[in-house]
Nanobody, 114 residues
Framework: QVHLVESGGGLVQAGESLTLSCAAS????????LGWYRQLPGKERELIAA???????IDGKSMKGRYTISRDNAKNTVLLQLSNLKPEDSAVYYC????????WGQGTQVTVSS
């Protein structure tokens, strides 16, 4: 079992940056890929990016060129740095882990005002 807690969401203005953090705990975190999805209102969740235990990144189709994902294996955290945010980026951002099974955080709301 993996437990994930996101933080760092909030209200920002268009063009600003924001960093989301996810703290992971559990026996298999060190073997898990960690990453981020987002869910826009009325839409399905979409992958932003993920990072494997050895640092390889997996990129989704969302927000290309406007994010950086990083991982601290010593602290079991994954960061998602978002830049040049747009109002259409307003969504709930979810942290997830994958090792044989998916686990999800509770989500953090990001709202971008114009």
């Amino acid at each position: 079992q993996v437990h994930l807690v996101e933080s760092g969401g909030g209200l920002v203005q268009a063009g600003e940056s924001l960093t989301l953090s996810c703290a992971a705990s559990g026996d298999v975190v060190c073997m898990s890929s960690l990453g981020w999805y987002r869910q826009l209102p009325g839409k399905e969740r979409e992958l932003i990016a993920a990072i494997t235990p050895n640092g390889a990144t997996i990129d989704g189709k969302s927000m290309k060129g406007r994010y950086t994902i990083s991982r601290d294996n010593a602290k079991n955290t994954v960061l998602l740095q978002l830049s040049n945010l747009k109002p259409e980026d307003s969504a709930v951002y979810y942290c997830y882990s994958y090792y044989l099974d998916y686990h999800w955080g509770q989500g953090t709301q990001v709202t971008v005002s114009s």
